[in-house]
């Protein structure tokens, strides 16, 4: 393999280090704790696990931490009762509810009533207007992620060309806004191609990126020879190809061919275990940067 491995969880592992730091101090000299709840409705077994996972780190951290649990057949009603009542709560910094939820109630109406200034998500169409602007405290977690991972690693995308595969608005448009940005560790030269864009041209594209961030949901689409030699190559996609018959758990697959593309690449992330891990740990910077927004120790 060519291509220099970009180790996610050994990123997030650094960043978690800085941030406990960061949290120790918070406590010690402002007498402020970041507080997070993460609010899961019903049972779905791959929900409870992401909480689950967001918990433990946050306790790592030494937040104010709650799970909140609330059952499947709760009202819409009450669940936005619920979220004013933690807009409220001076304790709690970062509110995060756990998607997917149940039918009966309207996702957006939900994500909507969360204060923007404690939505750690950076979901909350206020945020995504920070962002675009370039005024904003918190970032979405995974496409933040990706920005670390660049960044620590690969190096300062000033002036490369990044081109980004996939437009939703959980990745690939945020993306785009983040890389466009006026700030250090961005003000690059952008390209989002999609399924609007005719598939020789997303492979000139894909040719031409110093920087390639792959966020399609189709396992192993970008091929060796779409990509240039020495380019950095972020993998988001999360697929699952199958079952294994050794452990019972799923096989995953990157939106990339990492095989033949670790040949060609300079930098490449693998999955799992590249831009995965850094999810929760960017979920944490935010909480903690909430948390200095609330005390006023940074403007929001
Ligand atoms: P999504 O909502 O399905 O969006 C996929 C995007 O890719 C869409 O904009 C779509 O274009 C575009 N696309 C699909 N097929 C394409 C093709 N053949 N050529 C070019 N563009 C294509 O998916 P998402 O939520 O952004 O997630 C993308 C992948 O990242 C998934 O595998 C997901 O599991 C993974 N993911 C991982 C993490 C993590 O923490 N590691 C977090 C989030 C997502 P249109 O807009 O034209 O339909």
Redesign the pocket.
Known sequence: MAAKLIKGAEVAAQIREELKKEVDELIAKHNVTPGLVTILVGEDPASISYVTAKQKTSHELGFYSIQDNQEPDITEDALLKLIDKYNKDPKIHGILIQLPLPKHIDSNKVLLAIDPNKDVDAFHPINVGRILIGNYVFLP??PA?CQELINRAYGDPKGKEVVV?????????PMVAIMIQKKAGANSTVTC?????P?DK?IEHCRRADILI??????K?IQGDWVKEGACVID????RIGISEKTGKAILA??VDFDAVSQKAGFITP??G???P??ITMLMKNTVLAAKAAAGLIKI
């Open positions: 977690c995974t992620g595969v996939g437009r939703s608005n959980i990745v690939g448009k191609v999609h399924t609007g864009t598939k997303i792959v966020a399609a949901g189709v396992p689409y988001v996609g999360v697929n990157g939106d999955v799992p590249g831009v995965g850094m999810t």
